[in-house]
T-cell receptor, first 114, second 115 residues
Framework: KQEVTQIPAALSVPEGENLVLNCSFTDSAIYNLQWFRQDPGKGLTSLLLIQSSQREQTSGRLNASLDKSSGRSTLYIAASQPGDSATYLCAVPPSNQAGTALIFGKGTTLSVSS | GAVVSQHPSRVICKSGTSVKIECRSLDFQATTMFWYRQFPKQSLMLMATSNEGSKATYEQGVEKDKFLINHASLTLSTLTVTSAHPEDSSFYIC???????????FGPGTRLTVL
């Protein structure tokens, strides 16, 4: 059964720091991996989607990497800003199939102070 | 980008009443929609998978008679929480998957509070 773990659970950094959020999954046979952002009391905003054949994806100050063989993904945030404060969720499908529901980690809650 | 809406965004009801939550894909046809539930400080947990025109598939431990799901069209799925109780208070989020897509698009969520 696929399980997703995110470390750390919470992170506080001063503005301007570069930071790395970690995600690990137990079954490496994934179709893709997705990173989301969730603001308090709000829904999910998709940040990056990495297909199983890809090693990384970049969007602005965000870079997500994927190492399927080791069951790990990292989300790198460059030059963090107070507006980056949110919970970041990592999710994968339960199997190597498209079009299925996602299994989520518990998230990393990031706080960036000005 | 693909947009998914949910209505209502927030609902407060008395114990024993039923509450209907709508999930709509606004600019694409969604053959499959998923319903998730999120308790405070917890992750999203899948409740059920809804396919247009067929019965929903429920996850283990989710009562199908309590959480009624209808996916009558390619743009609308509804979740009805019947005879709601305080323990049903949670954040309910839907997602939609278009034909031929492998990326899910999430709605903004519905906060249900049962008094």
């Amino acid at each position: 059964k696929q399980e997703v773990t995110q470390i750390p659970a919470a992170l506080s950094v001063p503005e301007g720091e570069n930071l790395v959020l970690n995600c690990s999954f137990t079954d490496s046979a994934i179709y893709n991996l997705q990173w989301f952002r969730q603001d308090p009391g709000k829904g999910l905003t998709s940040l990056l989607l990495i297909q199983s054949s890809q090693r990384e994806q970049t969007s602005g100050r965000l870079n997500a990497s994927l190492d399927k063989s080791s069951g790990r993904s990292t989300l790198y945030i460059a030059a963090s800003q107070p507006g980056d404060s949110a919970t970041y969720l990592c999710a994968v499908p339960p199997s190597n199939q498209a079009g299925t529901a996602l299994i989520f980690g518990k998230g990393t809650t990031l706080s960036v102070s000005s | 980008g693909a947009v998914v809406s949910q209505h209502p965004s927030r609902v407060i009801c008395k114990s024993g009443t039923s509450v209907k939550i709508e999930c709509r894909s606004l600019d694409f046809q969604a053959t499959t929609m998923f319903w998730y539930r999120q308790f405070p400080k917890q992750s999203l947990m899948l409740m059920a998978t809804s396919n247009e025109g067929s019965k929903a598939t429920y996850e283990q431990g989710v009562e199908k008679d309590k959480f009624l799901i209808n996916h009558a069209s390619l743009t609308l799925s509804t979740l009805t929480v019947t005879s709601a109780h305080p323990e049903d208070s949670s954040f309910y989020i839907c997602s939609a998957l278009g034909q031929g897509r492998n990326e899910q698009f999430f709605g903004p969520g519905t906060r249900l509070t049962v008094l």
